[in-house]
């Protein structure tokens, strides 16, 4: 079946640092990633939608030069926590779409990638 | 704006017996489609089951089976013979855009947490 890994799985770092995180599609490529960020207890809020060699589309309300996404191949997507603060602390998942998908339901989800800030 | 609703924040099933998580959803598109996802503590988003608005039969894989009322405009997850491991959240989804408007971004609704005791 489709992998998506998400790297890395935690992550702790000290207030005002920048923090990657990278989503890889493991044995398909993905025309469309998608970043999700979880708060505890809450439910999956989109964050923006990354295409591979296009800007990403970023939802209302989520800062696009703190939240850098890069889409540089088909296989992966980076997330670019910028000037972390406390506040930015959550669980961040990617999901990526299949380039052969032919159903809508052809999208999967990576483990998810928690972060702390200190 | 599509929006999902799930009222039940957490529930309790014994062993064995069947589970009925609700999922509401309210949409002017006339094609669309319904997902349940379960998320263990771990954190994975897990594919449980589609259903799409066209669909004439509920959809149903192994234990899951949705109990689709296109006119109710609900879509409830059944759970039968439940299982220590199917302790989890669970969260119904649908697509942010009509289907073949070519976003595949998912809404989630709150989510509801089964605890199955032995």
């Known amino acids: 079946g489709a992998v998506v890994s998400q790297h890395p799985s935690w992550v702790i770092c000290k207030s005002g640092t920048s923090v990657k995180i990278e989503c890889r599609s493991l044995?398909?490529?993905?025309?469309?990633m998608f970043w999700y960020r979880q708060f505890p207890k809450q439910s999956l809020m989109l964050m923006a939608t990354s295409n591979e060699g296009s800007k990403a589309t970023y939802e209302q309300g989520v800062e696009k030069d703190k939240f850098l996404i890069n889409h540089a191949s088909l296989t992966l997507s980076t997330l670019t926590v910028t000037s972390a603060h406390p506040e930015d602390s959550s669980f961040y998942i990617c999901?990526?779409?299949?380039?052969?998908?032919?159903?809508?339901?052809?999208?999967?989800f990576g483990p998810g990638t928690r972060l702390t800030v200190t | 704006a599509q929006k999902i609703t799930q009222t039940q924040p957490g529930m309790f099933v014994q062993e064995k017996e069947a589970v009925t998580l609700d999922c509401t959803y309210d949409?002017?598109?006339?094609?669309?489609?319904l997902f349940w996802y379960k998320q263990p503590s771990s954190g994975e988003m897990i594919f449980l089951i589609y259903?799409?608005?066209?669909?004439?039969q509920n959809a149903t894989e192994g234990r899951y089976s949705l109990n689709f009322q296109k006119a109710r405009k609900s879509a409830n997850l059944v759970i039968s013979a439940s299982q220590l491991g199917d302790s989890a959240m669970y969260f119904c989804?649908?697509?942010?855009?009509?289907?073949?408007?070519?976003?595949?971004?998912?809404?989630f609704g709150k989510g509801t947490k089964l605890s199955v005791i032995p």
């Open positions: 999901s990526a779409r299949e380039l052969a998908a032919t159903t809508f339901y052809e999208q999967y």
């Open positions: 989804a649908m697509p942010a855009t009509p289907l073949g408007a070519g976003s595949y971004q998912l809404t």
């Open positions: 259903q799409g608005s066209y669909d004439e």
């Open positions: 949409t002017s598109d006339q094609s669309y489609g």
């Open positions: 044995d398909f490529q993905a025309t469309t």
